[in-house]
């Protein structure tokens, strides 16, 4: 295998670019799974849709994706809300459904994927803008600007959260509420309340993240089951609830990504997030930053 | 220490991230023994019995029963080694009738190949009839009331034929007369040989109960023996002052 | 009821549908049957692991497709009788269960079905990567003209097979049920921490579960090339088969062998419906739907509710 530098050098660029959209990706289940404890394997459909809503935004309004989901992102976080709504009165306060609460999930990824497929068809969809294509060139790195634009809003997307929850009392209290609940409570804070806003929030990313995700690659409703595998493995190796945990078990898998789909081929990138996810599991199950 | 203790700890420890529940704890009980177990809420007591029990695990330290270690041993076998715990909060298999739940340690616990057969139902109804819930039998968990569930959790510990019995906080939340129920069942568990480790806040109680008193607070032992004079101890007030 | 009685009885009962089936001069039936019955093997081999013990796996299509890849690549090297391929099936799945479970059952349960998400991506991954089986082209395979043993057309003989497989689960599912495993199994589901405390050796417990719940998908999988003629990636890992395997014993209802059966029919009966009035997307829609009204509103499934309301 001949490994010249200038394809090492443009794998991990690219592997970094591709981890900061990975963390956007997985992000919503940091606060969804991590810190709510919800298995909300729904959540890539919830991308897909938002790449979709990107899509149509573009298409017929020639919207920049990006801003488009911004504006749609308050859909979003109410959809969130009224989701965590319904599970919350079905599932998590009956305690013994942690069976049906998966299977509602589920059957959310399902109806989602396939409502798409009977609006959208099957095809790929892209999106126009104008920095996909051109790249920034710097020296002799090459930074393409479908990779460093979602990279770039992905960091900003994970610093307003990160900023959000350490400055503001309804953030604190999301990061409260993930640690206990009892003294949330005393502090007079109702714990459903706030697990919906942080529910909903999470959806919200899903807006944004959906739209990156149509700036770098082409999608179709199927795309999504690619991506259970790859966000659990980061939220899983983040340590769970950690935003920079996340941050940085993404920027890992997106490198580790890239060198393989570089030297063995796109078509085993799935694999990696997998093998990941097995081996963090079964060594360091609190994922390499979390606390044990 | 003595060669005839039937649960011996030594430097006991464990962690939880930075935060240090449990610190160099010293045991030991004989065999027989009614040993009462107190401490100021979030004294570490619970943590103890889990890593007794080995459903937690700890770092520092070790723990031998019947003079064997059981490092490394899961909590299923140390039940079957005779090592038994019952809940703080009652834990019944919601699924299963009364009967049933107290039927799963006969089978799993006690027979290395056990079926479920004539005499393990008679077994159940010795059980349940020992505690009073005989003519629950066929009931499901969700049916008691709070003290049945109490007395269904201990019938369960029973089951398996435990040499040493750690009860924690059987009695909590249950009215006067019922905490002599539970602690009559107790005694008796005790005179038909099985050493018994109360947990408990209610002080009359464990007063009564206990032949030797602990004292754990914030995670160390500060007090071990007669429970008169322990009780008495100015570092044990100090604990408790308030309580 | 023992299950030396209870055998042959069942036994009677599938010789008498299959009995009938063949009177009924209509092959389309033994088609359409094939599939039902497919799916009454993957929705009580599902519940063994997600009703009994209450660890759900979304990765049903992984162990179907690996039986089902199997009969592939054997077929290309020197064909072999079937039965013999759903025991081959069934072992390969059986050790990938157990392989999964052992990596993940050590954890909580959310763990585990995630990483069985994640299983059906990449067994796909690696299907889709191997030319031999056909890769993303996908492999055809010529079914022989007339069964044997019984004569008649092939797919009759697939039939009868799948109906044998069906007997066998229930007889398995059903013999748990009313043993000592069975309650094992059931202090999982209900109280882990607490089962473990009983004297349960949980993990032992769960990867039987796992194994077995595996090893029947996997003989389920094995028939199902000579059934299509031609197989892909796309259709051997249909989300069709994990929605399916999932939605079929929690509408039934977990409690027993009963409720996954009593889904499979009712369930792939209204697909049928649908696939031929509407759209075979429309009918995936549906059973979405269906599931997720199932789940909040009768979480116990049909069985339960039918408990429900003799009580």
Known sequence: MDISLDLLGNALISGVLLGGFYAAVTIGITISFGMLDVVNIAHPAFIILGSYIAYIANASLGVDPVIASIVVAPAFYLLGAAIYQVYYLAFERRGDQALQGLAFFFGLLFITEVTLVLVFGVDYRLVEAPYIGPSLRLGPIELPGRLLVPCLVALAMVGALHVFTSRTFIGRAILAVAQDQLALRLMAADPVRIKRIAFGLSIATASVAGAVLIIIQPVEPSIGRDYIGRVFAICVMGGLGSFGGTLAAAMILGIVESLTATFYGPSWTPAVAFGFLLITLAIRPSGLFGRT | MSDTALLQVRGLGKRFGGFVALEAIDLVVLPGERVGLIGPNGSGKSTLVNCLCGTLRHELGTVRFEGRDLAGLKAHERTRLGLARSFQLPRPFGSLTVAENVLVPILYAVQARGHHTAETDARCAELLGMVGLADKSRKLPRDLTQIEMRKLELARAMASEPRLLIADEAMAGLSHGEVDDILALLIRMNEGGVTVIMIEHIMRAVLHFSQRLVVLVAGRKIADGNPQEVVRNPEVERAYLGE | ?311
Request: contains cysteine; charged residues 10%.
């Open chain 3, 1 to 311: 009821m023992r299950t030396a009685r209870f055998l042959p009885l069942i036994l009677l009962v599938a010789a008498l549908v299959f009995g009938v089936a063949r009177a009924i001069d209509n092959s389309y039936v033994f088609f359409a049957g094939y599939v039902v019955l497919q799916y009454i093997v993957l929705a009580i081999a599902w519940n063994i692991l997600g009703g009994y013990t209450g660890y759900v796996n979304f990765g049903t299509p992984a162990f179907l497709a690996i039986g089902a890849y199997a009969s592939v690549a054997l077929y290309k090297i020197v064909p072999l009788p079937i039965p013999l391929l759903m025991l081959i099936g069934g072992v390969l799945s059986g050790i990938v269960g157990l392989g999964t479970g052992y990596l993940t059952l050590r954890l909580r349960g959310a763990f585990f079905s995630i990483a069985t998400l994640a299983l059906s991506v990449v067994v796909q991954t690696l299907v889709t990567n191997w030319d031999f089986v056909g890769g993303s082209r996908g492999a055809y395979i010529i079914r022989p003209m007339a069964a044997p043993l019984i004569g008649g057309g092939y797919i009759d003989y697939l039939c009868l097979l799948m109906l044998l497989l069906v007997v066998l689960s229930v007889v398995i599912a059903r013999a748990i049920e009313h043993s000592k495993l069975g309650y094992g199994f059931a202090t999982i589901r209900d109280d882990e921490a607490a089962a473990e405390a009983s004297g349960v050796p949980t993990l032992r417990l769960k990867l039987m579960a796992t194994t077995l719940s595996g090893a029947l998908m996997g003989m389920a999988g094995a028939p199902l090339p000579y059934y299509v003629t031609y197989l892909d990636p796309a259709s051997g890992f249909s989300l069709t088969y994990a929605v399916n395997a999932i939605a079929m014993p929690l509408i039934g209802g977990t409690a027993s062998w009963i409720g996954p059966i009593l889904g499979a029919v009712i369930l792939g009966t209204v697909q049928q419906l649908v696939t031929v009035t509407i759209s075979s997307a429309a009918n995936l829609l549906i059973v979405g739907l269906i599931l997720v009204g199932f789940v909040i509103v009768a979480p116990n499934g049909i069985v339960g509710l039918v408990r429900g309301w003799r009580r």
